[in-house]
């Protein structure tokens, strides 16, 4: 199995934790700020904690392989319908993960991923997490 096989099994099992948890939460855990909510679920940090790990094998894959993976980690956010759920956002956090991989790029694979980037998440809506991404890809862009 690849690590971009791995890297998928794992956001489909994060996906269908979450979506398992959702069902069975109690009515109006989490409402107002509660804990029991789905942000307090503990699948988002054992998926950080799992997607870090696997990241950290990706140390001496081709730069081509490093832009699928990448492409997949970036754009899994966009792909999914509810854009306001803990799981976008914790999505979208784990982006700060993947700077080291990024930097690694080729210079025109990083430009071609920094423009879809910066399509899907435009400049004024980008969270520090995702600046950081796009300094890199910048630099890399220009190498």
Same mark, same amino acid.
């Given at each position: 199995?690849?690590?971009?096989?791995?890297?998928?099994?794992?956001?489909? =099992?994060?996906?269908? =934790?979450?979506?398992?948890?959702?069902?069975?939460?109690?009515?109006?855990?989490?409402?107002? &700020?509660?804990?029991? &909510?789905?942000?307090? *679920?503990?699948?988002?940090?054992?998926?950080? &904690?799992?997607?870090?790990?696997?990241?950290?094998?990706? =140390?001496?894959?081709?730069?081509?392989?490093?832009?699928?993976?990448?492409? *997949?980690?970036?754009?899994?956010?966009?792909?999914?319908?509810?854009?306001?759920?803990?799981?976008?956002?914790?999505?979208?956090?784990?982006? &700060?993960?993947?700077?080291?991989?990024?930097?690694?790029?080729?210079?025109?694979?990083?430009?071609?991923?920094?423009?879809? *980037?910066?399509?899907? *998440?435009?400049?004024?809506?980008?969270?520090?997490?995702?600046?950081?991404?796009?300094?890199?890809?910048?630099?890399?862009?220009?190498?």
């Amino acid at each position: 199995m690849t690590l971009l096989e791995e890297i998928r099994r794992l956001y489909e =099992e994060y996906f269908a =934790e979450f979506q398992q948890l959702e069902q069975n939460r109690r009515l109006g855990a989490g409402a107002f &700020g509660l804990s029991g &909510g789905p942000r307090d *679920y503990p699948c988002h940090q054992r998926f950080a &904690g799992d997607l870090e790990r696997l990241l950290q094998r990706a =140390e001496n894959i081709p730069s081509d392989e490093a832009a699928h993976i990448l492409d *997949y980690i970036w754009f899994a956010p966009q792909a999914r319908e509810d854009r306001q759920d803990a799981v976008y956002w914790m999505l979208t956090a784990v982006h &700060g993960m993947t700077a080291e991989l990024a930097g690694r790029l080729s210079s025109p694979r990083a430009a071609q991923l920094l423009d879809r *980037y910066q399509r899907a *998440y435009p400049r004024r809506e980008q969270l520090p997490v995702q600046k950081k991404v796009a300094a890199v890809l910048k630099k890399r862009a220009k190498a």
